[in-house]
């Protein structure tokens, strides 16, 4: 039996009480098919890790036919909403519960990705100039556009009308609530980092007209939705897609008090950079500042998780190479089973090979 008993106490989550304090984090995998519909072996991967007190669904798309990743699954029309409802029941009907991470992925992506019309779009024409490559439907390697399209001001406030649409379609699916994504260098988060936007109208220059994109689609999602389904996930020290903030503890301070003002369900806060070996001090800044439930992660493993939440440094822990590794996670740090290792070569593909075929721990 596990000594780490906080992390198996409940927690009430906007509208649910969740079991545990084991969260999924959002993890894209492609296993949806080439019109971004969710498909059977997404089903029973999400199902299989209903023990995690929340699971929040892989970055989704909110924009008809931007596509980040090629084969990630979107939430724009009804079939994509029909294959997300199978997952949401499955999730359901093992006793879990699970929200939808709503994306944009704005100039993180490739020109081949995307439908015809629509354009690699970002707050200002700077392209991603070093950070490596992506992949194109066929399977292709390309660098990233070093040019892109800066959006105007009436094509800002259709995006944000995009995430609202997402936000109703993703409760019209199943799911429990939605998580925003403003990290990880993809569109809110470079509007955020003063690295990427170097715009001189509303939104940009100032904190908080660089944070202004992501407010007012917390603001128009909590409108459709409801506060208490409502969530945020933000990445102040993280470089990924070369975003960096020239001064990220005044902008989380700003960010954290905004959104507690707005009462929304958790804040989500990766407390390092994906790049550097220090553990990071994002999540501390966002106690401070934020009063609601903080979710925290990134390198965090099982006894540190226990200690985070004992000592109150966050309310819950989001696990992401542990949780793809370990379909029942909460099972085995409770009986002290060994973890499996995760197969990184297999993160990304077409097939349940490194998906779907990681053991769960025998039955007692």
């Not at 904190?207 to 999602?221: A, H, K, Q, S, W």
């Not at 226990?306 to 740090?333: H, T």
Request: aromatic share 8%; glycine share 8%.
């Amino acid at each position: 039996m596990s000594k780490l008993q906080h992390l198996f106490q409940p927690l009430s989550v906007g509208k649910i009480t969740i079991k545990n304090r084991f969260v999924m984090a959002p993890l894209t995998r492609t296993r949806a098919d080439l019109d971004h519909i969710p498909k059977e072996p997404m089903v029973k991967h999400y199902a299989d890790r209903a023990s995690f007190g929340l699971i929040i669904a892989e970055a989704t798309m909110a924009k008809d036919g931007y596509s980040t990743f090629a084969r990630e699954p979107g939430i724009y029309n009804e079939d994509q909403i029909a294959g997300w409802k199978k997952v949401t029941d499955a999730v359901h009907g093992n006793g879990g519960y699970i929200y939808l991470q709503i994306h944009h992925g704005g100039r993180s992506t490739l020109q081949e990705n995307l439908k015809e019309g629509l354009q690699v779009e970002s707050c200002t024409t700077q392209g991603i100039q070093k950070h490596g490559t992506a992949f194109t439907m066929s399977g292709e390697k390309k660098p990233y556009p070093p040019e892109v399209h800066a959006l105007t001001i009436p094509e800002i406030k259709a995006i944000v009308q995009c995430f609202v649409q997402a936000a109703k379609n993703a409760m019209k699916a199943g799911f429990d609530g939605v998580q925003v994504h403003g990290a990880n260098g993809y569109l809110l988060d470079q509007f955020i980092k003063d690295s990427c936007n170097t715009r001189t109208d509303e939104y940009g220059g100032s904190i908080p007209n660089r944070c202004r994109l992501l407010l007012e689609i917390v603001d128009g999602v909590i409108q459709a939705i409801g506060k208490e389904n409502v969530a945020v996930r933000l990445s102040p020290l993280n470089t990924y897609n070369e975003a960096v903030d020239s001064n990220p503890e005044e902008t989380t301070k700003y960010l954290c008090q905004e959104l507690s003002k707005r009462e929304i369900a958790f804040l989500d806060v990766l407390r390092a950079d994906f790049f550097s070996a220090t553990d990071g001090v994002a999540d501390k800044w966002a106690r401070e500042h934020f009063k609601g439930l903080l979710f925290s992660g990134v390198g965090i493993g099982p006894e540190e998780a226990e200690k985070y939440v004992a000592e109150k440094r966050a309310d819950a822990i989001c696990f992401g190479k542990l949780a793809m590794a370990n379909p029942d996670l909460p099972e085995r740090v409770r009986r002290g089973v060994p973890l499996n290792e995760l197969r990184m070569e297999k993160l990304y593909g077409t097939t349940e090979e490194g998906y779907n075929d990681y053991p769960k721990c025998p039955q007692e």
